[in-house]
């Protein structure tokens, strides 16, 4: 399962994260909050941009589910925002015509 938007349909986060999250993506500013997130020179593609936030957050998980003090809720909500977010930007697949 490699393909991004197959990754973000199978994650399984607490409601409240999630929650969050979609409440947060209307401030979401690609051009200000990727370039926070994901520290490369240029803006990356969505595609890009998105496996970058992926492994970012599946190392966020892991550390909110050791319960490691150094875990931040704001950063992972960050995270799922810029994550959502980026999937919206992705190209939809055309659906298959039934001739």
């Known amino acids: 399962m490699t393909d991004p938007i197959s990754i973000l349909h199978a994650m399984r986060r607490p409601r409240l994260l999630i929650r969050a999250a979609r409440f947060g993506i209307a401030d979401y500013r690609r051009e200000r909050d990727l370039s926070r997130l994901v520290k490369l020179a240029r803006t990356p593609s969505p595609t890009h941009a998105l ?7 599946e190392r966020m998980e892991a550390t909110r589910q050791a319960g490691d003090a150094s ?25 298959m015509s039934h001739s």
Do not use: D, N, T
Request: aromatic content about 4%; hydrophobic content about 50%.
């Open 51 to 57: 496996g970058a936030l992926l492994e970012q957050e």
């Open 71 to 95: 875990y931040s809720i704001a950063r992972h909500v960050e995270l799922l925002i810029a994550m959502m977010a980026e999937a919206r930007l992705l190209p939809r697949p055309k659906p």
